[in-house]
């Protein structure tokens, strides 16, 4: 999937999403954004964006965040970002606390990946603990199996296969199956599709809570 691919995704998604390049520059912002931190993509699309939300996590402004967050060092050194808790500036100028899942999207030609952040509110009171998926309400009523929605929710922690089927105590070869198997009902191709579609249909939501042994 192209990022003007998976943009189009995330423009319904019901979370925010918002996506940099790796000079920090934001290059996507959808309505789920504006609705949590109250910028129009007109406001915010093309400005640098520790310049917008001026990121924080528990210990207060971030020191080096316009050098590049924890989520864009990974980024650039090709490794999986770790979800989190964040503080970040609302246009009112007030602080809301939010919990972030990034992801690295790959850029197209010759351009450089993308960082994909997906957000929601978080509790009033901020917890210790980092941020990871969990179950939608509706996932009952989907067309994944059980197993199928615990293979995808380690994906969405961007977790490799290997690492799943220690936790789940598989034959990798099963893991590859469920993921085979769950991308082909979410009509989708990739891992990443496979979320955004999960997203979209409320399999998986952004839940509060504390992300196991898997960082």
Not at 126 to 145: C, F, I, K, Y
Not at 165 to 192: I, Q, W
């Amino acid at each position: 999937m192209t990022p003007d691919g998976l943009f189009g995704w995330l423009t319904s998604a019901p979370c925010g999403a918002f996506a940099v390049s790796l000079d920090q520059t934001i290059v996507f912002w959808n309505g789920g954004a504006r609705a949590i931190l109250g910028y129009s993509a007109g406001r915010v699309v093309g400005l640098k964006c520790y310049e917008v939300m001026a990121g924080a996590d528990d210990s207060g402004l971030t020191p080096d965040c316009a050098g590049g967050c924890a989520c864009l060092r990974y980024a650039r050194v090709g490794m999986v970002p770790a979800p989190t808790d964040m503080m970040m500036r609302c246009a009112s100028g007030a602080r809301k606390l939010v919990k972030v899942q990034p992801m690295v999207v790959s850029g197209v030609g010759d351009s450089g990946p993308l960082v994909v952040y997906l957000f929601g509110d978080a509790p009033g009171e901020s917890r210790s603990g980092a941020v990871h998926w969990e179950l939608g309400q509706r996932s009952s009523e989907g067309p994944l199996t059980a197993r199928e929605i615990e293979v995808l929710r380690y994906l969405a922690l961007g977790w490799d296969v290997a690492h799943i089927a220690t936790e789940l105590g598989l034959s990798p070869h099963t893991v590859r199956n469920h993921s085979t198997n769950l991308r082909r009902k979410l009509d989708v191709s990739s891992s990443l599709e496979a979320v955004m579609a999960a997203v979209r249909l409320g399999i998986l939501t952004l839940e509060a809570g504390s992300s196991g042994d898997g960082s």
